[in-house]
């Protein structure tokens, strides 16, 4: 029993340290990759669409205000009071349409990113198995990179290609 215990401690330093370690930058992946331009491309557009509608929206606000303002000496309470509450009804419209137009784009980039990043992430996977890596980690914030790590970024790269 004692030469048991003995031989595990005598191996369990070799067994840590063939583990293999991996660090990997899947912001320069991500960059690399020609899907990313194409839905930057497109949620750029959607997004300018969006702008453009908000700002015709305001334009109209900024309209019926100064319509208002240049009115009002010659309206009586009651017609002021409906054109304040249309110009409020029409900035709380502004105000929604601007809050759905985020969760849209949100949405949409989220929509349009999920397969872009199942395919990074098979491709690191791919990678953690074929070069016998115990564990690949994000390199974002690395606060120290031992010699027995290594940068499998270019690999990644790699089998996207």
């Known amino acids: 029993m004692k030469k048991l215990v003995l031989m595990l401690m005598l191996f369990a330093p070799t067994a ?3 583990q293999k370690f991996g660090h990997v930058d899947t912001q320069a992946i991500m960059q690399s990759l020609p899907e990313i331009s194409t839905i930057n491309g497109e949620l750029e ?5 969006y702008e453009n509608e908000l700002q015709d929206m305001q334009k109209e606000l900024q309209r019926k205000s100064q319509d208002l303002d240049s009115k009002r000496s010659t309206m009586n309470a009651t017609k002021i009071q409906e054109a304040e509450t249309e110009l409020q009804t029409l900035y709380q419209k502004i105000s929604e349409t601007y809050q759905a137009n985020q969760q849209e784009l949100q949405k949409l980039q989220q929509e349009k990113m999920q397969p872009v990043i199942e395919k990074v992430r098979k491709a690191i996977e791919t990678v953690g198995k074929e070069g016998g890596y115990t564990y690949i980690f994000e390199n974002t914030v690395p606060i120290y990179t031992g010699p027995t790590s290594k940068d499998v970024t270019d690999d990644v790269k790699a089998k996207l290609k």
């Open 16 to 18: 840590m340290f063939a």
């Open 45 to 49: 557009a959607k997004a300018k669409q």
